[in-house]
């Protein structure tokens, strides 16, 4: 201990001579270190002074929330309270609404349930043209989420009066009309009940949601025009073609193939059935006018036998006037050939014709098959969910198969009648020739008889 004391003293007196001259030094750094910290401080103060002010304002509008929140829970327990008193309020109000209408109830849902379909009818009329005063009315009704008043009820059933007045009636009115041109024109009409509207064109479609009429692609025949009504709108009575379903028959009356359409639709097969048809009624009718007319040059020799024409009997009758001297073997012979020959001639084409009525069926059977072959490829590429597109092998199997049978049944009717016409003038042939040689047998034998005696 003693020792520490004695190394201190010594340490100390050897740096005293240090600090001496360094005391200067350390005074200015002490002001300047108290300089500071007063500085500090005062700095302190400042930022404890703007905290407390800050503290003070925040706890001010703290207060003034918690004062407002109380305020806003007080309003939302009062409107809670009012809320629910206004639920039982208007629970009470409802049953009591329900108990004092009563039956009331359904008549309303009864009325809004014609109204509804009298709108929808009333959208689609053609009566709207001249005869729908009261549809703002139906339409009140319609929109409506109360009961119809008495003046919407009176509305309600005086529309549907007036649409029963207006569906007997032929009315003239003026229409918007949409011509060929395409150009909006005021054209006068007439309105047939709640079924059509006629001009001079003919029957109008009736466009209701752009409220113009456009002409129908195909008119039926007979069908009215504006003039020819002209006794109606006087107020007489006349018979025409009315569309009871009010424009639906009309328009698919445009989709009905004609005639021609059908034949297209019979494809390559049906051409030639067609063409087969063309080339046995050519053959028919040629046929027919020359047996017509070497029937009637029979007959007409029938009466002067002793002339020979230029026709089969005639010629029988040559060939008698000719052969005449021979026996009677030989000139049967010689007339059998040449009624054979006539008979060949007379029918010449009938086989023909015979063969085209055979082969016009087979050739619809082959269109019918042909047909059916492409429906069942369609179908196995496409399916079978939309028939259009089985369409066309459909139209060729019934079409061909139609036409082979229309094509058969005249050319076998025609080879019947013309068979038989070439069968009754061979047997007036063969007739007149075995008279011819009885005839001549009758004299021979005679004429033997004379020469015996």
Not at 30 to 47: C, D, I, K, P, S
Not at 127 to 138: C, G, H, S
Request: aromatic share 4%; net charge neutral; proline share 4%.
């Amino acid at each position: 201990m003693k020792l520490k004391v004695c190394l201190s003293l010594c340490l100390l007196s050897l740096t005293t001579p240090v600090m001496a001259d360094d005391t200067h030094g350390q005074t200015s750094l002490v002001n300047q270190a108290q300089t500071a910290q007063q500085q500090e401080q005062q700095h302190n103060r400042q930022r404890e002074a703007g905290f407390q002010e800050t503290e003070q304002t925040l706890r001010e509008t703290a207060a003034r929330l918690q004062k407002t929140k109380a305020g806003l829970q007080k309003e939302i327990d009062s409107l809670t309270a009012q809320f629910s008193k206004n639920e039982s309020v208007l629970a009470k109000q409802e049953e009591k609404l329900r108990l004092e209408t009563g039956s009331l109830g359904e008549i309303f849902g009864v009325v809004r349930q014609n109204a509804k379909s009298l709108k929808s009818d009333l959208s689609h009329s053609i009566t709207q043209i001249d005869r729908q005063a009261y549809t703002p009315v139906v339409d009140d009704i319609v929109a409506a989420k109360s009961l119809p008043s008495l003046k919407q009820l009176n509305g309600l059933w005086q529309s549907m009066n007036e649409q029963i007045r207006a569906s007997g009636e032929v009315a003239q009115v003026k229409i918007p009309y949409i011509n060929a041109a395409g150009v909006k024109q005021t054209e006068p009409a007439a309105r047939l009940g709640a079924f059509g509207v006629v001009t001079e064109q003919g029957y109008m479609n009736w466009d209701h949601n752009k409220q113009v009429a456009i002409p129908y692609l195909k008119q039926p025949d007979d069908g009215p025009t504006l003039n020819s009504i002209a006794p109606l709108l006087a107020g007489q009575t006349q018979p025409m073609i009315v569309d009871p379903s009010k424009g639906t028959l009309l328009t698919q009356l445009a989709n009905a193939p004609t005639l021609l359409d059908r034949l297209k639709a019979g494809g390559i097969v049906g051409n030639i059935i067609l063409g087969l048809l063309a080339i046995g009624l050519i053959i028919g009718l040629f046929r027919g006018i020359s047996l017509a007319t070497i029937k009637r040059k029979i007959k007409v020799q029938l009466k002067t036998p002793e002339q020979p024409g230029n026709n089969p009997l005639g010629r029988v009758l040559s060939v008698y006037d000719k052969e005449k001297h021979r026996s009677v073997e030989a000139l049967e012979l010689r007339l059998l050939e040449v009624v054979v020959d006539e008979q060949s001639h007379l029918e010449k084409g009938l086989s023909m014709l015979k063969l085209l009525a055979a082969l016009a069926p087979m050739l619809g059977l082959l269109g019918t098959v042909t047909g059916m072959i492409e429906t069942f490829q369609v179908i196995t590429q496409f399916g079978n969910g939309d028939p259009k597109v089985m369409a066309g092998g459909i139209s060729m199997a019934l079409v061909t198969t139609v036409l082979g049978l229309v094509a058969a049944m005249p050319m076998l009717l025609a080879h019947n009648i013309l068979s038989s016409q070439a069968e009754s003038i061979r047997v007036i042939l063969e007739k007149q020739g075995i008279g011819l040689v009885a005839a001549q047998a009758e004299q021979d034998q005679n004429d033997d008889l004379e020469q015996a005696a």
